[in-house]
């Protein structure tokens, strides 16, 4: 027998992978428990707040992690040049592994529905800074002060997050690959 949180944690998953490559509207509840190998009434069961809450705990798994990934990649690089070029390669590999379907984790439903959901954009907006303040106190370890830390933090994760969202929309690398250069040019002078 299937363990409730097995259930649980299946359809997050399933929605976190639905919601980034297909956004929150186009994401129908038939989908979402068929692909999380659960039957319709358990949506209810696990998510009372139906959909939308759903989503907005996707969108904090998603969130979540991606930091993880960020944070590790920022730790193990030598510098804070290379840490943003490895942080860029591990979303460029997404991109194309998923064949441009899976950019930004939180972008895709921040578009779509933050707009229209209190919830679903707080979700958005407790990701987006979670990101910020990962960036943040790793450009403040690495010398700069507070405020110019988060200033690059913003820069760094603007540039990204549109640099991913030209390539999803292109389907090609080159927009985010720009972005990265630029920001390693940046970030090279930032530091030196």
């Avoid at 297909?22 to 707040?49: D, I, N, V």
């Avoid at 679903?120 to 106190?137: F, K, M, N, P």
């Avoid at 929309?169 to 090279?188: G, I, K, N």
Wanted: with cysteine.
């Amino acid at each position: 027998m299937v363990r409730r949180t097995d259930t649980r944690q299946r359809m997050l998953d399933t929605a976190a992978d639905l919601f980034q490559t297909q956004g929150y509207h186009a994401t129908g509840l038939t989908q979402l428990t068929t692909a999380g190998g659960a039957p319709k009434g358990s949506l209810y069961f696990h998510f009372p707040g139906g959909k939308e809450q759903l989503a907005a705990e996707a969108v904090r798994l998603s969130t979540e992690r991606t930091g993880t990934l960020l944070e590790a990649i920022l730790g193990d690089a030598p510098d804070p040049a290379t840490g943003i070029d490895r942080a860029v390669d591990a979303l460029a590999g997404f991109l194309t592994a998923s064949d441009f379907q899976r950019g930004c984790p939180i972008a895709t439903v921040a578009l779509d529905a933050a707009a229209a959901s209190d919830p679903i954009r707080e979700a958005c907006v407790d990701g987006y800074a979670s990101w910020h303040g990962i960036l943040t106190g790793y450009f403040a370890a690495q010398g700069l002060s507070g405020e110019r830390a988060d200033e690059l933090a913003t820069v760094v994760l603007a540039a990204i997050e549109g640099g991913l969202l030209l390539a999803r929309t292109r389907r090609d690398l080159a927009p985010l690959r720009a972005v990265a250069t630029h920001l390693h040019a940046t970030l090279e002078r930032e530091f030196s």
